[in-house]
C-alpha cells in the first residue's frame, strides 16, 4: 500500500484525488492547498482531510497521517515549502507542475540524491507512450514524412504546447504542426507518417483529467521500485517497456 499527501486541489488536483482515492494499492491520506476558506470545508469529499500548506502544518501533518509520498498539483512555489521534508523523510515525489523554473529543476535533481523524485510536465501515460512509439518510427524510418496534427477547443489561442513537445523529440520544424480549433474538443495529437506505400497514424485523445491521476499512479507504483534518484516519466516508461521486452 502507498500512502499518498496530495498538494494542489484546484481542476487537475479534484480529478487526480478521485482517482488516487479509488486505485487498489494507494491510500489518500491527506490533501493541501494554499488557503481553506473554513473550517466546514476541512474533509474533502474524498472523505480525507485538507490542510493549509505551511512547512509547520505539514510537518504535523506527516506526524499525525505519515505518507510514503507525496503527489504535487499546485505550483512551483510549494516545492520549497515541502522539498526539504521529503528529503529529510525519505518520500518519494511525483510533481507535475509544467512552470519550474531552472533553479527549481536543480534543487529537483538535488532532492534526488537523497530519495526518489519523478518531475514531469506532462503527466498522461498516452501522449508519453504516444511519443515514445513515434520516436521509434522516426528511427526506424527517417525517410518518411511526418506531420502532426492536434485539436482542441474553439477558444485555445496557442499552439498546444505537447504538440510542440512532439515536434522536438522527433527533430522536426514546428510549421509541421496544424492546429485545428473546433468545438469543445478536450484534446487531440495525432502523428502522421508518410511513407511511399502505406501510412501511420498514431492518435491520442484526452478525455478527462482523470488521466493525470491514471500517470501520477503510474509514477508511484514505478519509483516505488525504483532506487534514489530524479526520474522523468519517459525514464520510468522506458524502464518499464525494457523489463516488459526483456521478459516477453
Ligand atoms: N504535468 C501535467 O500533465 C499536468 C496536468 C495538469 C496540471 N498540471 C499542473 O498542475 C498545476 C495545477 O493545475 P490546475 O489546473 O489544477 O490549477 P488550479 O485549478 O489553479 O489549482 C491549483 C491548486 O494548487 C493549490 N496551490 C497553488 N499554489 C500552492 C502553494 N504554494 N501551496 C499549496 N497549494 C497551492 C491551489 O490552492 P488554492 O485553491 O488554495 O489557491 C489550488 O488548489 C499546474 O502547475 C499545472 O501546470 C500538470
Given at each position: 500500500m502507498i500512502k499518498v499527501g496530495l498538494i494542489g486541489y484546484g481542476k487537475a488536483g479534484?480529478?487526480?484525488?478521485?482517482?488516487?482515492?479509488?486505485?487498489?494499492?494507494?491510500?489518500?491520506?491527506w490533501i493541501a492547498k494554499r488557503q481553506i476558506p473554513?473550517?466546514?470545508?476541512?474533509?474533502?469529499?474524498?472523505?480525507v482531510p485538507l490542510i493549509s500548506l505551511t512547512a509547520a502544518t505539514l510537518e504535523q501533518t506527516l506526524q499525525c497521517h505519515p505518507v510514503d509520498a507525496l503527489v504535487d498539483f499546485?505550483?512551483?512555489?510549494?516545492?520549497?515549502?515541502?522539498?526539504?521534508?521529503?528529503r529529510q523523510r525519505q518520500l518519494m515525489l511525483v510533481t507535475a507542475i509544467s512552470a519550474y523554473g531552472e533553479?527549481?529543476?536543480?534543487?529537483?535533481?538535488?532532492?534526488g540524491r537523497d530519495t526518489r523524485i519523478m518531475a514531469s510536465p506532462n503527466i498522461t501515460l498516452g501522449i508519453n507512450f504516444l511519443i515514445l512509439a513515434a520516436r521509434l518510427l522516426r528511427g526506424i524510418a527517417p525517410f518518411a514524412d511526418v506531420e502532426i496534427i492536434e485539436q482542441h477547443f474553439r477558444?485555445?489561442?496557442e499552439i498546444s504546447?505537447?504538440?510542440r513537445k512532439i515536434a522536438a523529440s522527433l527533430s522536426v520544424e514546428e510549421e509541421r504542426i496544424t492546429s485545428l480549433r473546433l468545438g469543445g474538443i478536450v484534446?487531440?495529437?495525432?502523428?502522421?507518417?508518410?511513407?511511399?506505400?502505406q501510412t501511420v497514424r498514431l492518435t491520442h485523445d484526452s478525455i478527462r483529467r482523470e488521466a493525470f491521476g491514471t500517470g501520477a499512479v503510474f509514477a508511484l507504483q514505478e519509483l516505488a521500485r525504483r532506487s534514489k534518484g530524479c526520474y522523468s516519466f519517459d525514464d520510468l516508461l522506458m524502464q518499464k517497456i525494457r523489463e516488459g521486452l526483456l521478459a516477453g
Open positions: 479534484m480529478a487526480v484525488a478521485r482517482v488516487l482515492a479509488s486505485t487498489p494499492g494507494v491510500r489518500l491520506c473554513s473550517a466546514v470545508d476541512a474533509w474533502t469529499v474524498e472523505g499546485s505550483s512551483a512555489a510549494a516545492l520549497h515549502i515541502y522539498g526539504e521534508l521529503v533553479d527549481d529543476q536543480w534543487y529537483l535533481q538535488d532532492l477558444e485555445k489561442p504546447g505537447t504538440a484534446g487531440q495529437h495525432e502523428v502522421v507518417f508518410g511513407f511511399p506505400h
